[in-house]
């Protein structure tokens, strides 16, 4: 179980529990350390059996967290591999991604959800589509269908749970420890705590009914909307109900390709990639710091350049 590893322990911010306490790799902080940490080994591995599980990488996940992240491991185990580990081979990398829903990406369209999966399928990723990991012991990921992956690595992409607080009405927490609140972002059962952003459950918003997206987005304009009601209380008005402005969704997939869904707005492959790209780079503060990371960009995507490949977290004493 990666949980008892002390060494490993280092690495991992956040658990998520799932049947009888086993814990998952989720916090992307020293997931290259660890990686690379498993191939060095299975470069001297005795045998295929110790290999490959030390080799393929599950993820976790359909959403664009777990899309970006195997379609990233794949680029890794097409170009990166070959160059650093060639005595492995890329080929004999798998890697999984399992999702709990019929499609990929199901917050967008259905051919959005397509195209994702023809780009990862291109890359080489296995999707297990419709199906749920029910138990992982630190070597076996065990599948709702039965089916059995053996891994190291399990990367969560599937989703985030609240901290729950005392004192605040039980009634009120929902799925993934959310809390459900009133148009105006009340909990449930209080007269004057708020729940912003993930952590909220709002149904009273006609256009999403099962409750807002868990991105940025939503939790920066349930913020505006609070701040501009706590005024008009404060002035005798009326508050206004919170509505989600849906300003779109991308997600990258390996290197260049990618998908921006925006209203009508609706790119794929390249052309998306440039959209996602012009997107991150204008949100960026100052003049300065844009053309500074677009340089560094342009340098590395046209020389792909990853920098040295260091394990830098390793505590190098030998065991005994
Ligand atoms: C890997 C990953 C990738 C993502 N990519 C995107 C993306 O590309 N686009 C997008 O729009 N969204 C993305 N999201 C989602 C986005 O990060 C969240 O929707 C957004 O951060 C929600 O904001 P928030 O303020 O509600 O919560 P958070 O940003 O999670 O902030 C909550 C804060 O509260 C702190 N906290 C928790 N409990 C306590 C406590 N008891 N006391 C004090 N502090 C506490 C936490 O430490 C944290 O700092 C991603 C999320 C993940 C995990």
């Not at 008892?4 to 814990?23: C, H, M, S, W």
């Not at 138990?135 to 053996?150: A, E, F, N, P």
């Not at 509505?243 to 790119?267: E, F």
């Amino acid at each position: 179980m990666i949980a008892k590893d002390p060494y490993l322990q280092r690495y991992v911010q956040e658990f998520t529990e799932i049947n009888k306490g086993k814990a998952f790799y989720t916090s992307l902080d020293g997931l290259g350390d660890f990686i690379f940490e498993d191939y060095e080994r299975a470069v001297t591995a005795e045998n295929p059996e110790q290999r490959q599980p030390l080799l393929d990488i599950v993820v976790v996940g359909g959403g664009p967290t777990g899309v970006e992240v195997a379609g990233a491991l794949a680029e890794m185990k097409k170009y990166v591999i070959p160059k650093d580990y060639g005595d492995i081979g890329g080929d004999n990398i798998k890697i999984h991604l399992i999702n709990g829903d019929q499609r990929l990406l199901n917050s967008m369209s259905p051919q959005a959800s397509k195209k994702a999966e023809d780009f990862l399928r291109d890359l080489g990723v296995q999707i297990w589509p419709e199906k749920v990991v029910t138990d992982y012991d630190g070597k076996i990921v065990t599948i709702s269908d039965g089916s059995t992956i053996r891994t190291d690595k399990v990367i969560w992409a599937a989703g985030v749970t609240g901290n729950r607080i005392e004192g605040l009405p039980t009634a009120a927490y929902v799925r993934g420890n959310r809390l459900k609140v009133n148009e105006f972002n009340l909990i449930e059962g209080t007269d004057n705590v708020f729940a912003l952003g993930d952590i909220a459950f709002q149904t009273a918003d006609p256009a999403y009914p099962s409750g807002h997206p868990q991105v940025a987005q939503a939790a920066l304009q349930q913020a505006k909307c609070l701040a501009d009601n706590l005024k008009r209380w404060h002035s005798n008005r009326a508050p206004k109900p919170f509505r989600y402005r849906d300003k779109g969704m991308m997600a990258t997939i390996g290197k260049s390709r990618a998908l921006t869904w925006a209203g009508r707005v609706r790119l794929t492959g390249f052309i998306a990639w440039l959209a996602w790209l012009f997107v991150h780079i204008f949100y960026l503060i100052g003049f300065k710091n844009r053309v500074a990371v677009l340089l560094q960009w342009i340098w590395n995507y046209v020389f792909s350049k990853r920098g040295a490949r260091l394990i830098t977290e390793r505590e190098w004493r030998l065991r005994g």
